[in-house]
Each structure stands twice: as C-alpha cells, then as structure tokens.
C-alpha cells in the first residue's frame, strides 16, 4: 500500500508553489548577464542587441558568443569574441549584417548590432559567457520583427437563394505576427476562419469569411470588417454593402379607376427593380398593337386622349440575366367621369363646427365660474317670497264713507254687471232688486245693506300679500269703471 506524501495535496501544493518561487527568485538574482528580454524592429531596420556582465567577482571570463536560436534552423553561433584571438563571424543567416558595436569589444560589453533587419532574422539572440569556475553564463533576448499587414475588405456577388453562402470576405496580407478580423454587423450569419497562412518571408495571411442566407431584401445590407494588429495605433473598419443578385421586381402605378372618354395625358408608370439592372422596359396591350393616342418612354406610357382604343389590359415587362417579371393592370373606361367627394369642404365645415363648439365651451365656463364667484364672494341678491294669501275681492271704483275707521269702502255683488235699470229700481219688487252689501275687513262690523248709490262692480281673484294693500279705486282706469246717469230723488 502506497502512503499519501501530501505532495499533491491542498497544503502539498502550495508548498510546492512557494518553492517553485524560491527557486526562480535565486535564479533571476544569481543570472549575472544583464540583456533585454524583448527587442521590437521593422524590416530594413537597424537592430541592437545588448549584453552586459557587470559583476564578475571572482569569476573569469574567457569567451563571449552570441547565439541565434529560431524555429526556421538550428541553433548557430553569430558572433564570437576572445580577448587573445580576436573577433570572429561565423557563416549564419545574419552573416555580413552582424557586428560588435565597438572596434575593440570587451568581455565586459560585447554589445552587437545586426542591419538590414528581415522578417526572417526574428527568433532568441543568447549572449553566453565561458566562464571559471561556474561554467557558462548566458542572457536571452528575444527579437520581435513587426510586420505591418495590408488589410482590405469586399463584398462577394451572390445571387438570392435559400442556403448559407459567402457574401464578404476580409483579408490581412503579410502582417508579423497575425492580424485579428472581426465581423460588425446586424445579419444573422457567420463568420468563418480565420484561416491563417504562413509566406516564405515570415509572415502571415490571415483570411476570414462571412457566411449568410441572401434573398432580395439583402441587397445593399451593410457589414463591417474590423482588423486589429500590434503596428496598428487603432483599429482599421472596412465598411462595405452585399451584393444580391434578385430578378426583376415589377409594380405599375398610376391607374386611379376614373378614365372617361376625351381625359387626356393619363400615365401609366412601370416601378421596378433588380440586380442586375434591367436593361429596358417593354411595355404591350393585351388586345394587340398600341393605337396612335398611346406614347411610350421607357418605364412611363403616356395615353394623350382616352378613347374605347384604350379599353383593354397594359402589360409591362422587365428582364434581366435571372430573368422576366412583368406586371399588368386592366383599363375601364367609363363614358363620364367619377364624382369624388371633397374631402376639403367637409374638413373646413369639421373645422368650423369644432371651434364653435370649442367657443361655446368655454363661454359656459366662464359663465359658470362668475356665478360661482358671486354666489360666493356677495350677500345673496334675492329674498324668499312673504306667504301668499288666496282671496276673492270685488273693488268699488268709488269709495264711500262709513261711520267707521275704514277710508274706504268697497262694495260687493254677485252679479257680473252694475243695475243701470232706473225703473225696475223704483218700482219692481224688492226681491228683484240687488242688494249692496259692505265688508268691513278692520272693524268687525257685520255687513248691512246700502242704499245704491252711483257704483261700479269689479271683480277680481288675486292674490294679496301681507304687506301690500288693495289698490286705489281712484286709479281704475275707465274701461274698468261704470257710472250711470244721473238721478233725481
């Protein structure tokens, strides 16, 4: 049975971790050539490289070698320096192009300088030191060569269909290292890639694809293609439009139902559309040859004079290399013309109704409103009415004195009309005779008979209220009085 030693467990691990950064802590304090860990050049370019072993203490140094290690070859010596035999450039890709910085290199700074810089010199620069007693000591740089990339965008021609197809394709051409292409656009497709191809000068290619299902609506739809590099201070954006080839889409206009015999320069229009182009318009009539009242321009036919000529189907036609398309419409023509309603007398009269209406609005309102603010800021205007007495009264025109308090006295009878017969009064019997009867309303007095005197009779139903008092007989007028001729006794 094998014993768990912890070395792959929760505090195992992080053990190891600590070491394992221990470990490369002593290591970068103990590397005594001092590099660059990164150089960055453009082809044509002038490259240094430099290397330094500033604290030797009691190491010696015997030799210094420049080494070059990329992925196209093997590993090859560049440059070699020893204070006793001299300077030396072995055969290498960088041979006749690489040189010690100064005349007479030292040990201590045998810096190199490399020209003419070509994609292909990109890979590890390793300065290393023959040393005594600790063996070799050695620094790696890393040359980075930058190439910047052409870029470049377009759209593919395709015609609509029902699959997924390319429709645009963007390309970053002979960059160092490899472009990164990004597709911007609102259409529900893919993109493809990239696919990134390597040239024979270190570059790359990079190539990416945009796969969508086209149909005539697409036609003119935009799409972006966006491509970011390190030689790049921002992004490059290729905007572009698809190229949907469709046949033709055909539409007449211009027909309204209302062409009666003598209307004149009626048109016909023939809309249309497709990719390709169409080339012509051709435009016939059902019932054969177009007559003389006809002129046709291109995608507009032109009737002069509607006659019974005119009385048939027009027919227009349009082709491209995917095809024809046409459309037609039926012509009747009527012996009178069509009567339309004006819509802009019954939108005035709309009009004017709505701002009487609006007017009479608000005029209620600000009658209302006054109302309520005299209702509410003053004393009332008007007081109830007093209790309202029913009585039946018959006023003499003529008052007549009585031995009582009473001004006035009214006399009362039953009969419509004064007795004006002097005959019957002197000499008919007294039953017969009408008797004149007074109505102390003050004094309680009963009633009694009076001698008839010259009176009136009026007879009234009003109503009297408890403030007011009886009118004054002396202003009847003389349509309402009578008075007989006089009597001798």
Not at 52 to 73: A, R
Not at 304 to 322: A, G, H, P, Q, W
């Amino acid at each position: 049975m094998v014993r768990d030693s912890g070395l792959f467990s929760a505090p195992g691990l992080l053990g190891s971790i600590l070491l394992l950064l221990l470990l490369t802590a002593r290591g970068a304090l103990t590397q005594k050539v001092k590099v660059e860990p990164e150089v960055v050049s453009y082809p044509g370019q002038t490259v240094i490289l430099r290397c330094q072993f500033p604290d030797k203490g009691q190491t010696q140094l015997t030799q210094v070698s420049w080494i070059l290690e990329n992925s196209s070859g093997p590993r090859t010596n560049i440059a070699v320096f020893h204070p006793t035999y001299g300077v030396n450039y072995p055969a290498s890709p960088v041979q006749g192009r690489v040189s010690f910085t100064m005349e007479s290199p030292s040990l201590e700074n045998p810096t190199i300088q490399i020209t003419d810089i070509a994609l292909t010199d990109e890979g590890k620069y390793v300065c290393e030191y023959a040393a005594y007693p600790t063996g070799n000591e050695k620094g790696v740089t890393s040359l980075i060569i930058l190439a910047k990339p052409q870029n470049s965008a377009s759209p593919i021609t395709v015609p609509a269909g029902t699959s997924p197809v390319s429709v645009a394709q963007c390309v970053s051409a002979n960059g160092r290292p490899p472009a990164t292409l990004t597709w911007v656009t609102n259409l529900n497709g893919n993109g493809t890639g990239p696919v990134q191809t390597s040239n024979s000068d270190n570059t790359v290619t990079v190539r990416s694809e945009y796969l969508f299902t086209p149909t005539a609506a697409d036609n003119g739809r935009e799409i972006t293609c966006v491509v970011s590099h390190r030689t790049l201070a921002k992004a490059e954006s290729f905007p572009m439009k698809l190229v949907v080839q469709y046949p033709p889409q055909v539409q007449i206009v211009g027909y309204d139902n209302n062409w009666y015999v003598g209307r004149t320069n009626v048109v016909l229009t023939c809309q249309y559309q497709g990719n390709p182009t169409p080339p012509t318009v051709n435009w016939k009539m059902s019932s054969g040859f177009m007559p003389d009242s006809v002129e046709v321009a291109q995608n507009r036919l032109t009737v002069r004079k509607v006659d019974d000529s005119v009385n048939t189907t027009f027919i227009c036609e349009v082709t491209n290399s995917l095809g024809t398309r046409k459309d037609q419409v039926t012509v009747f023509v009527r012996e009178t013309p069509v009567v339309e309603k004006g819509s802009a007398t019954g939108s005035i009269i709309g009009a004017i109704i709505g701002v009487i209406l609006f007017i009479a609005l608000i005029v209620t309102i600000v009658v209302v409103v006054h109302k309520q603010r005299m209702n509410r800021d003053g004393p009332p205007t008007h007081k109830p009415p007093p209790p309202k007495k029913h009585t039946t009264i018959s006023y003499n025109a003529v008052p007549a004195p009585i031995n009582n308090t009473d001004p006035f006295a009214y006399y009362e009878t039953q009969r419509a009309e004064p007795v004006t017969d002097l005959d019957s009064y002197h000499g008919d019997d007294e039953d017969d005779q009408p008797k004149l009867t007074y109505h102390n309303t003050t004094s309680g007095l009963e009633d009694s008979e009076i001698p008839p005197p010259y009176y009136e009779h009026v007879e009234m139903d009003t109503e009297i209220g408890d403030d007011e008092q009886p009118p004054n007989p002396s202003t009847l007028s003389k349509e309402d009085s009578f008075m007989s001729a006089p009597m001798i006794v």
